[in-house]
């Protein structure tokens, strides 16, 4: 074993790096434009969804999908609608087994966000609107919702 500096050396240190990053599936649709960009208007309704997938790719790869899905809507209108799936390869190493699906469903989607948020951003500006800003994530909180929904949807172990 390799010491640096009187410690381990950095092979056997947890890695997490980003192997690539891109738009795997974006749409964005303003459809009662130009009705809908009419100066003056109240602020709409906003309802943002965001869903993490992952699937392996190799031993140490594996692909994270962040799905983000939105609308606005005024009165009933449809303001505009999004779906933005980004995705990136992640190159996990030396994480213990126990700690793997959190890594990949908590750190990566973290990694990845801020990204998509500034395409949600510019596509809405782009669109006629004023940019839409989301608000940083709670990746933890998310995993634990979906930890407790998965145990809840589990059958009952039999003795």
Known sequence: ?????????????????????????FSFENPNSPQSLAPGQEPPQIGIQINVAAAPMTDTDIE???????????????????????????????VPPESLNAVVLIECPRLLF????????????NGGFPPLLLDP??????????LAQAQAEAPPAQS
């Open 1 to 25: 074993m390799s010491m640096t500096n009187g410690g381990p050396s950095e092979e056997l240190q947890p890695q997490l790096n980003v192997v690539v990053q891109y738009i795997k599936d």
């Open 64 to 94: 994270v999908m962040l799905k983000l899905e939105g609308k606005a809507e005024l009165k009933g209108s449809l303001m505009f609608h999004f779906e933005l799936t980004f995705a990136g390869v992640f190159r996990i190493r030396n």
């Open 114 to 125: 801020p990204f998509a948020r500034e395409i949600i951003a510019n596509a809405v500006r």
């Open 137 to 146: 994530v709670d990746f933890v909180g998310l995993y634990r919702q979906k």
